[in-house]
């Protein structure tokens, strides 16, 4: 069992930056990778980003490459969404999620537990 947090989100004007924080509990954080999913409003929920166990190695979809990067502290058990020249478009609630056997990083699917969400607003 993972049990995850997020915390962070906010409201910022375009051009701005916010660091979301995704606190995991349960199983040995280091033993699986974790993922950034967000929903905009009236959006399916998409993939945002991926990072390995260790932190070595990370993906992000292209509407945020370049802009998003994702890390992680496992001796804290948390993993972070750096979030910088922000876009309205960027509005959604964020989610961090815990992908446990897969190495399908991009599906939904893959990830067996998730967090509340954060939301999270870019005005322009």
């Known amino acids: 069992q993972v049990q995850l947090v997020e915390s962070g989100g906010g409201l910022v004007q375009a051009g701005g930056s916010l660091r979301l924080s995704c606190a995991a509990s349960?199983?040995?954080?280091?033993?699986?990778?974790m993922g950034w999913f967000r929903q905009g409003p009236g959006k399916e929920r998409e993939f945002v980003g991926r990072?390995?166990?260790?932190?070595?190695?990370?993906d992000y979809a292209d509407s945020v490459k370049g802009r998003f990067t994702i890390s992680r502290d496992n001796a804290k058990n948390t993993v972070y969404l750096q979030m910088n020249s922000l876009k309205p478009e960027d509005t959604a609630v964020y989610y961090c999620?815990?992908?446990?056997?897969?190495?399908?990083?991009?599906?939904?699917?893959?990830?067996?537990?998730w967090g509340q969400g954060t939301q999270v607003t870019v005005s322009s």
């Open positions: 990072i390995n166990r260790s932190g070595g190695t990370t």
């Open positions: 349960g199983r040995t954080f280091s033993t699986y990778a």
């Open positions: 999620a815990a992908n446990l056997y897969s190495s399908n990083y991009y599906s939904q699917g893959s990830y067996a537990y």
